[in-house]
């Protein structure tokens, strides 16, 4: 049960290979929305947004009982120069599903996606004018890898669409801390009862580290297979006019939290072997 508990973690942190996050100091470096850092916990990133649990109706918060983690919406805020009709934060939490009791204090999660909803007669050329000023001119085309295939997947700007990518994975991780992460990948793909082979290509590895540990994202003609489903199924109309800030592991990609793991990858091998 224990192994099947630390692939649920792994599978569902380390082996995401889409949008990453940064491990790097300011907000423009981490592409986190300004006064938040990635990976901050929850009380502490809501503090820094002058609310709590406690000031907010129960209908804008959501925890996650049994795996921890959770959302929060608030609304009417003021984000890069306009008011926004809601912004949604996501929090991820890390160990606490292995051992809810040892890691009770991790429960409601770590800081890890902001995405914000503009009214659609927001003026979005503002909004983007204030994001190039926290994070630089976006990026003409970002490249994201993963750790099963060697071709990467392309976001590229235009009128409607603009990206910004973080340091790559190699920036952030050092390579001893590298060995490990790949070793992690690994172990979690050979849980996997369908994956004939958990090892990982060198070609496939090494542009996996390429991946942008950070991302974001403007668009004021968003998208997306659920706000197409909203509309149509449920006639419920959808802003086109967004702004998407994505952290996902950034947490994870410090060397304590590697390091953590890899003692929990040894502590589950020596259980199997004893049993």
Not at 236 to 258: K, M, R
């Amino acid at each position: 049960m224990k192994k099947l508990r630390i692939f649920s973690l792994l599978a569902s942190l380390l082996l995401v290979c889409g949008w990453l996050s940064s491990c790097g100091q300011g907000a423009g470096a981490q592409l986190c929305l300004p006064g938040l850092e990635w990976g901050q916990p929850m009380d502490e990133a809501l503090k820094a947004l002058d609310t709590s649990l406690e000031a907010l109706s129960s209908e804008d918060y959501a925890l996650d009982e049994e795996y921890g983690g959770g959302r929060v919406r608030l609304r009417d805020r003021e984000i890069f120069g306009q008011k926004s009709a809601e912004m949604i934060l996501t929090f991820v939490t890390d160990f606490y599903y292995i051992d809810p009791e040892k890691y009770a204090d991790r429960k409601n999660g770590f800081l890890c996606e902001v995405r914000i909803s503009y009214p659609e007669d927001a003026d979005m050329d503002a909004v983007l004018a204030e994001m190039k000023k926290s994070f630089g001119e976006p990026a003409e085309t970002v490249e994201t890898y993963s750790t099963y295939e060697e071709l990467p997947t392309e976001y590229t700007s235009d009128d409607h669409n603009q990206y910004w990518a973080g340091p790559a994975i190699s920036q952030v991780v050092d390579e001893a801390h590298q060995k490990t992460l790949r070793e992690n990948e690994e172990f979690a793909a050979a849980l996997i009862p369908t994956q004939s082979d958990s090892s990982i290509d060198d070609a496939v590895w090494e542009n996996y580290l390429k991946t942008p540990v950070s991302t974001a994202r403007w668009s004021d003609n968003y998208r997306n297979d659920i706000t197409e489903a909203l509309e149509e199924q449920h006639g419920i109309s959808t802003s086109p006019n967004v702004v998407i800030l994505e952290g996902s592991l950034a947490f994870t990609l410090q060397d304590n939290y590697i390091d953590t793991l890899r003692s929990l990858q040894e502590e589950n091998a020596s259980s199997t072997t004893s049993e």
